[in-house]
């Protein structure tokens, strides 16, 4: 949620800044190897995306969290356990997929993580107060707090942590807006910057300022860090016990750090922590400031974000724009802890770029991450709202160098496509009422993995889901996503990113089907253990291909969610330049009870929200359209869908993170009043390209294969099979590769040794 100054409104990103030529800042220059990323890996299939964290622990255990909206008091937790490969609700959910936790929520959500890999939540209740929890077992059970917040209401919240829960000096601070709390007579009306810290993970008491000034007047006195503040960035904690928060100033142009040392004395509950601020500009070459105003530029970004290096130096990152000019993105750098800092450096190129976000690995290794936008300009209008026909991708620039004189920055595109289609409101809240397009929200993530490479999560809008009102086609948010880096220079000096990027196939490791509800994770049986996916084609269609240990029987167990089985493989299709940007389709076998199977396709449909289970699921699966399929006990699934089942189906398409997955569900998909599967087991995603034959591509890293256990994926006649028409001229668009019956068996033999996925 956003709740803004009353001299921002007008403005709404708040961003500044234009063409390098007309600053007195800096330009990275670029060398030749920049990061290699994978496959987008789907986190949700049927949740959709907004403002994703992602925060990576010691053992590359990796959690990401979206609010689902104020109305629906609901955020959503996921968690990875095979290294980015698929995610799960974690355990502790309750009903559809809310974390056991306050019944309130859902406006913002922060994670963070301490030294020893506990899991702390902050979820924003519309306002009103946050909820804080911690929890020690990987997000099974937490400890929480209600009513966190002294200073009410508020907006906008980011963790830092020392040490870890347990010792006896930890420490979790947050950082959050006080809504309207200032009363200063030398400041417009506002919001105030306000400090807290708990010693538990889940109560928090105020910071107190140790020497508020005249500024510091109104509801957050007692705890007050600035005024001098629009929207507030994350914050970091040095290597000298100092917090450094990020955050633009009053005047939406400049970009601050207040820095404080939080002395803390007393123990537990019952201490009491405080600090001195003072604030530093750090955009001044940028966006120079006469009389509290900026002269000539419309601001600095929501959110400025900071991170620290291993070595201690500090960056920042805004995006910029001038007001005739795009959107620019910009990075400084601070060699001693935040009291100075060097010049704005570019680091983005063409197009327009902003929500940016930063990380930091080893000395001078850092990265941001941004959405960029692939034209500059509509009807001389530059915001991101004014671009009516551009298409966003992501973009990430990394340094190795960034502490040089002349630092090198790479710039690439890491989304395999463009991930949406139109303008993007960029009012905050202000959105819901001007019916503009909000639907990647205000930033996206990025962290480091422990090979040292990029772990990247953003919102992709391609799912054909969206409304038409004022603005033009307004989008639905599409799921959140996240990108490994699997090439080019490490974040961590000495490591080096690992990972592949398959295309028509892959292997799953076996003994990884969990439902994870209730607190526990239940193994969910061998018929709903994935092995292999695959996809080919004949004269006529697609031919999917799903391997499960064993389909002896098709009853599922109820322990793992319900009665009914779901075998389901989904891809993307990209649609340039069409409101919703692509489809999400799928094809699957159902079987309700352990009866016969139903063999299906289609396209998710977007789900209307369902009051009674107040929950908004933006990707909702049907089986009712019929389609040919077989299985066969060893556990191979055959699916057939016609390529006319898939709009503009044509020769050298290519589908997007293709994805097996299995669930379960009450009664069938057709007709299901919530909409709502739980996801069981997921491979990692691949791509194929139409109308070429299925082979496999050489990987950025090779990798060593290795036979998944249950066998190669081969096998024999079906023994069980569904029929029914698929619709439309299936032979139209002359897409089939025309490959023996026996020649596809032996090349899925090939193709299902390509890759096995990590244990856990």
Known sequence: ????????????????????????????????????FGHEVIIDHQRSGFEPDIVVDSKDNMYSSVPNGSSQAHSFIWNSRDRGESFQLIPGQFGVGKPLTCPQGGGDTELAKDAGDNLYLSDLQNLSNLSNAVSTDGGKTFNFSCTSAPNTPVDRMWYASHGKLGDPDFAIYEEYDAVLSNTSPNSPIGNQLVEIV?????????????????????????????????????????????????????????????????????????????????????????CPVKNGNATGICGATNFPTIQQDTAGNLYIVNSAQEAKGPCIVYVNVSKDGGKTWGPSVRVSKDGSNAFPWLTAGSDGRVAVAWYHANEESEKNGFAFDNLAHAEFSVQVAQSIDAT????????????????????ICTAGTTCTVSMGDRSLGDYLNLGVDQDGGLALVYVDDTSNS???????????????????????????????????????????????????????????????????????????????TMKVKSLESLQVDPTAGGTTGEWITRFTTYNPATPGNGHIYYAGMESIAGQAPRFFDGDVAQALENAGAQVQLSMVF????????????????????????????????????????????????????????????STEPFDHVMGRAATPVTPVTPVTPVTPPGGSGGGTPPSSSGSGAGNGNLAATGLGVGIPAAGVLALLLALLVARRRRSA
Not at 5 to 20: K, V
Not at 516 to 521: F, Q, T
Not at 658 to 664: L, V
């Open 1 to 36: 949620m956003r709740v803004r100054r009353i001299p921002l409104i007008l403005s709404g990103l708040a961003l500044a800044g234009a063409a390098a030529a007309a600053f007195p800042a800096g330009a990275a220059t670029t060398t030749a190897t920049g990061p290699v």
């Open 198 to 286: 708990s010693h538990d993970g889940a109560n928090f008491t105020p910071v107190i300022n140790s020497n508020p000034g005249p500024d510091c007047l109104g509801g957050g006195v007692v705890n007050c860090v600035t005024n001098e503040e629009g929207l507030p960035g994350n914050q970091i904690m040095t290597k000298n016990g100092d917090l450094v928060i990020a955050h633009s100033g009053q005047n939406g142009s400049s970009v601050y750090v207040s820095i404080g040392h939080p002395t803390t004395t007393g123990t537990g509950q019952a201490s009491v922590t405080q600090a001195a601020w003072k604030d530093v500009l750090i955009n001044g070459d940028v």
């Open 404 to 423: 040089a004189p002349t630092p090198h920055y790479n710039v690439v595109t890491a989304s395999e496509h463009p991930i949406k289609y139109g303008p």
């Open 466 to 544: 969206y409304t038409t009102g004022p603005t033009g086609a307004v989008a639905e948010n599409g799921p959140p996503v996240y990108q490994k880096q699997i090439g080019g220079p490490s974040m961590i000096a000495g490591k080096t990113p690992h990972g592949a990027s398959p295309y028509d196939a892959v292997s799953d490791f076996s003994g990884d089907a969990i439902y994870s509800a209730n607190s526990l994770r239940t193994p969910a049986g061998d018929n709903l253990d994935l092995t292999a996916a695959n996809v080919t084609e004949d004269a006529k269609g697609l031919v999917i």
């Open 622 to 681: 049907d089986s009712a359209k019929t389609i040919t399929g077989a299985y066969k006990p060893n556990g191979t699934i055959t699916l057939h869908v016609p390529f006319a089942d898939i709009a503009g189906a044509k020769s050298g398409q290519r589908l997007y993170s293709a994805t097996g997955f299995t669930a379960t569900t009450i009664a069938t998909l057709s007709g299901n009043p919530e909409g709502v599967f739980n996801l069981i087991d």
